[in-house]
């Protein structure tokens, strides 16, 4: 049974370019978050994904955009980097909206 | 920002000890989710609460959702090594399915 699967793991981008993440949920989920987790600090919850629509979304700017397939997986676009942008980023998927969330291992995004 | 209180900040324990620690919030949650992360990868999750007063186990841990529903609590009983790590509460609002606040975590490190 695979679990989230994210890519790539690492990531080293200049500031002002844009990135793509992607993300695999589990076997069985149909629901993708994602969370920005800055060194020291809890995940920030940037948006939801159910149905191929972004259904809650966190305090992130427009910058921040996403989209999901219809085999459940995502990806996590953000354009015109910033410094402050460096984090790990963190999918998690779930069985509907509302349930636990199971978390893949990240990638690392460092902007210079 | 985070509107979740997380304590302790860190705890140093014995090995063989007990751990305690919460989360607390002026705001009401319908779920809470404990996670355990180790440096470099994603949150893994050790306990889901639903209901107001439930209290679960898994293993060495017990969490319960407090009657409030404004806070939730995490024992880890009779530490080993492998314990090390942080912890971090996440709480999802009633009005805000999908969206999980996490506070700024617990770091255990058990000593021999």
């Known amino acids: 049974d695979a679990g989230v699967t994210q890519s790539p793991t690492h990531l080293i981008k200049t500031r002002g370019q844009q990135v793509t993440l992607r993300c695999s949920p589990k076997s069985g989920h149909d629901t993708v978050s994602w969370y920005q987790q800055a060194l020291g600090q809890g995940p920030q919850f940037i948006f939801q994904?159910?149905?191929?629509?972004?259904?809650q979304r966190g305090n992130f700017p427009d910058r921040f955009s996403g989209h999901q397939f219809p085999n459940y997986s995502s990806e996590l676009n953000v354009n015109a980097l910033l410094l402050g942008d460096s984090a790990l980023y963190l999918c998690?998927?779930?069985?509907?909206?509302?349930?636990?969330?199971?978390f893949g291992p990240g990638t690392r995004l460092t902007v210079t | 920002g985070q509107q979740l209180n997380q304590s302790p900040q860190s705890m140093f324990i014995q090995e063989g000890e007990d751990v305690s620690m919460n989360c607390t919030s002026s705001?009401?949650?319908?779920?809470w989710l404990w996670y355990k992360q180790d440096p470099g990868e994603g949150p893994v999750l050790l306990i889901a609460?639903?209901?107001?007063?439930e209290l679960t186990s898994n293993g060495r841990l017990t969490a319960q959702f407090g009657i409030t529903r404004k806070d939730s609590f995490l024992n880890i009983s009779a530490s080993i090594p492998s314990d090390v790590g942080i912890y971090f509460c996440?709480?999802?609002?009633?009005?805000?399915?999908?969206?999980?606040?996490f506070g700024a975590g617990t770091q255990v490190v058990v000593t021999p």
């Open positions: 705001s009401i949650f319908n779920t």
């Open positions: 998690a998927s779930s069985i509907g909206t509302e349930y636990e969330q199971y």
């Open positions: 996440a709480g999802q609002l009633g009005d805000s399915w999908g969206k999980f606040q």
């Open positions: 994904y159910y149905e191929e629509e972004e259904r």
């Open positions: 609460l639903y209901k107001a007063g």
